[in-house]
């Protein structure tokens, strides 16, 4: 095997390949390394197989919602199945086909930063390999899930995204310590795949509380309605399990005092660490187990030389597949000498979309965090089910979508849409804010009659009334 190359990519996960694909296409020879499957977290752990568990309940509500429609029932062993397929059965060899397909070659092993342009590779056997690049390495090394410091939490067996996304058999009764993205997910897709109880525990007043407000409370809405309980404004102190698969006793403090909880498992899902532990970053300088801060072009600003790239989840400016391949691109252009590319779509636009029914997508900033910036803030609000395309698509289509504008230059900071199926509404807002789009000019874009995003029509007729009657 070559010992030198253009660029090195610690990480195969979607930004490192993306990364490593950008860079090979513009004359770069490069090479991936990879100690997992290639394809990384998403693709095994995460986005795609829990989407896959998602979406038998998403189809079977959308079917009884439809007048004329019965008989929608679930086959538990087919949905895992399809599960399986779309994780790629957990064999990665599809993916690494693509990587020999594109020129990129790839070093298994656990890739450590061993001094300037230097990566030391330790192989399954033990032996390890040295390799230099002459222009870049990329750390893309992902995150992995946060364990908080609760007391027994780290002696009891518990469960993370992987082990929640993968299993073989339904749990009966399932305790989710979180409510954000994995925490929300996985508690529905599992309820409506049999679990017969779940609870979700979450320290803040709301569900996804980084959302605007009305999030929260239309998801605790909905999951009440299938069984869930939802337990906000709690903190989980202690936990126990006295042995193997004993069930969980888990203790919680809400406003009314202390409860005690039983489950057979307990997922995990209080946020993400940056898997930077173990990747050498002392010989360069930098602290181990950090999120390491880039520049526009994702160039790290603490290593002199401008060799050192960070793409994806380990740079810490947003936790999203979508925006570390975003990243990935800009990167891999700056290495090929295309310098005046720079990333700020992950800062002033990051999309991001909740899968659970009802869907929950957002752009952007929230009312609360645009009034935060200093922006002289105004919103617009419309029922995602007052549009002709709700009744049309079914009973009980509802959910509340907004719009937070900058009143000085008339553009849009912010949207968020709750409702069936409203992931797809949402890059008509992203094109929008990154496009400096002004509500003016969104007049004259029509929406299509009958569909769901004639909703646009709608919060400009809101605007106008709310804001400016002469506005046309």
């Not at 770069?28 to 990384?40: D, K, N, S, W, Y």
């Not at 525990?201 to 009440?224: H, N």
């Not at 910036?373 to 509802?398: E, F, M, P, S």
């Amino acid at each position: 095997m070559n010992r030198e190359f253009d660029v090195i990519v610690i990480g195969a996960g979607p930004a490192g390949e993306n990364v490593a694909d950008v860079a090979t296409q513009n004359g770069l020879r490069t090479a991936i390394v990879e100690r997992e499957l290639v394809g990384g977290e998403c693709s095994y752990w995460a986005c795609m197989p829990s989407k896959a568990l998602l979406r038998p309940g998403e189809a079977i509500d959308a079917a009884n919602r439809t007048p004329g429609v019965t008989g929608a029932t679930l086959d538990v062993e087919a949905a895992l199945g399809r599960r399986n397929a779309l994780a790629s059965h957990w064999d990665d060899n599809g993916q690494v086909q693509w990587l020999k397909s594109v020129d990129v070659d790839l070093i298994r092993g656990h890739g450590r930063l061993a001094g300037p342009r230097l990566v030391a590779v330790t192989h399954d056997d033990g032996s390890v390999s040295q390799f230099e690049a002459t222009t870049a390495i990329v750390v893309a090394t992902g995150t992995g899930a946060a364990i908080p410091p609760i007391d027994g939490l780290r002696e009891v067996r518990t469960w993370d995204n992987r082990e929640i996304t993968t299993l073989k058999d339904v749990p009966e009764r399932l305790l989710v310590l979180g409510g954000g993205v994995v925490g929300v997910e996985m508690a529905q897709a599992w309820k409506t795949l049999g679990s017969e109880e779940v609870t979700v525990v979450e320290m803040a007043d709301r569900l996804l509380p980084r959302e605007e407000p009305f999030v929260g409370a239309e998801l605790s809405e909905a999951f009440e309605r299938i069984g869930i309980e939802v337990m906000t404004g709690t903190t989980l102190t202690s936990v126990t399990r006295e042995a193997g698969d004993a069930p969980v006793h888990a203790t919680v403090q809400t406003d009314d005092g202390t409860v005690e909880l039983v489950a057979d498992e307990i997922v995990v899902a209080v946020g993400r660490r940056p898997l930077t532990g173990d990747i050498g970053l002392e010989t360069v300088g930098l602290e181990p187990g950090s999120y390491i801060e880039v520049d526009d072009q994702l160039r790290s600003t603490a290593v002199d030389g401008g060799w050192l790239y960070v793409v994806g989840d380990a740079n810490g400016r947003a936790l999203l597949t979508h925006t570390g391949k975003y990243q990935a691109r800009i990167a891999g252009l700056a290495m090929a000498g295309n310098t005046q590319t720079r990333a700020w779509g992950d800062v002033k636009a990051i999309p991001r979309v909740v899968f659970t029914n009802p869907q929950i997508a957002a752009v952007g900033l929230t009312e609360s965090d645009a009034r935060d910036a200093g922006y002289d803030v105004q919103t617009v609000d419309y029922n995602t089910g007052w549009t002709a395309a709700a009744a049309a698509l079914g009973k009980g289509y509802k959910g509340t979508a907004r719009l937070v504008i900058d009143a000085d230059t008339r553009t849009l900071l912010g949207a968020t849409f709750v409702g069936p199926t409203t992931g797809e509404m949402l890059h008509a807002a992203t094109i929008a804010i990154v496009g400096g789009v002004t509500i003016d000019t969104l007049w004259h874009a029509i929406p299509s009659f009958p569909t769901i995003s004639e909703i646009w029509l709608r919060f400009l007729e809101e605007y106008r009334s709310k804001y400016d009657h002469t506005f046309v």
